[in-house]
């Protein structure tokens, strides 16, 4: 079946201009995991949700990063007034969940974000 | 917080030369370990998941390890297909972050 999307795969902003990344997760998952990797470093996480709560927003790095899923299936990620140093690409996983614990997180090709 | 280190940061190896990756960790409360493949411009690939110490799983020329302190992803005979980073990642027991913390992988060069 399908995997994970993102949209734009590219994305060239202005510092100062507001950007919104879209991720489709897979289709039935519950879970949604918004990550941010620099270049020649691991993923790191920013938010989670569960359904269209928002379960943990702690990576979040500043007040200007802001996610929602309205609807428990699409997400956007926006960013207000870009700086240089969001620069990376943004990659968004998908899983179900379980009461066990034990579900896989997969990745949709990212967004990769640069703030002139 | 929780931790994870790989190493070494690169590898160069020729064709069919056997060698091993290393993920050493430190979590709250390990719900599991996780191995993935990353191809440059691309997302992380799902390889495995391990659970407890003593576990091993295998997938071609991929074996990935677990102990209670550390995780070992071998690779026998690699070929030029191999390469790739590999990052590995620690997710915490319930109750704690579902986010997953990965560590910053290891690039991986097979030579014809």
């Known amino acids: 079946g399908a995997g994970v999307s993102q949209s734009p795969r590219y994305k060239v902003a202005k510092r100062g201009q507001d950007v919104a990344l879209r991720c489709d997760p897979i289709?039935?998952?519950?879970?949604l995991f918004w990550y941010q990797q620099a270049l020649g470093q691991g993923p790191e996480f920013l938010t989670y949700?569960?359904?269209?709560?928002?379960?943990?927003k702690s990576g979040l790095p500043s007040d200007r990063f802001f996610a929602e899923r309205p609807e428990g299936s699409v997400s956007t990620l926006k960013i207000q007034r870009t700086q240089q140093e969001d620069s990376a690409v943004y990659l968004c996983?998908?899983?179900?969940?379980?009461?066990?614990?034990?579900?896989?997180?997969?990745f949709g090709p990212g967004t990769r974000l640069l703030v002139l | 917080e929780d931790q994870v280190t790989q190493s070494p940061e690169a590898l160069r190896l020729q064709e069919g030369e056997s060698s091993s990756l290393n993920c050493s960790y430190t979590?709250?409360?390990?719900?599991?370990l996780f191995w993935y493949r990353q191809d440059p411009g691309k997302g992380p690939e799902f390889l495995f998941t391990?659970?407890?110490a003593g576990e091993e799983k295998e997938k071609e020329r991929l074996k990935a390890t677990l102990t209670k302190k550390e995780s070992f992803l071998h690779i026998t005979a690699p070929k030029p297909e191999d390469s790739a980073t590999y990052l590995c990642?620690?997710?915490?027991?319930?109750?704690?972050?579902?986010?997953?913390?990965f560590g910053k992988g290891t690039h991986l060069i097979i030579q014809p």
């Open positions: 996983a998908s899983s179900t969940w379980t009461s066990g614990g034990r579900e896989t997180q997969y």
């Open positions: 949700f569960q359904n269209e709560a928002q379960l943990d």
């Open positions: 990642a620690v997710q915490a027991e319930r109750g704690g972050a579902d986010g997953l913390t």
């Open positions: 289709s039935g998952h519950v879970s």
């Open positions: 391990l659970y407890s």
């Open positions: 979590v709250s409360g390990l719900r599991g």
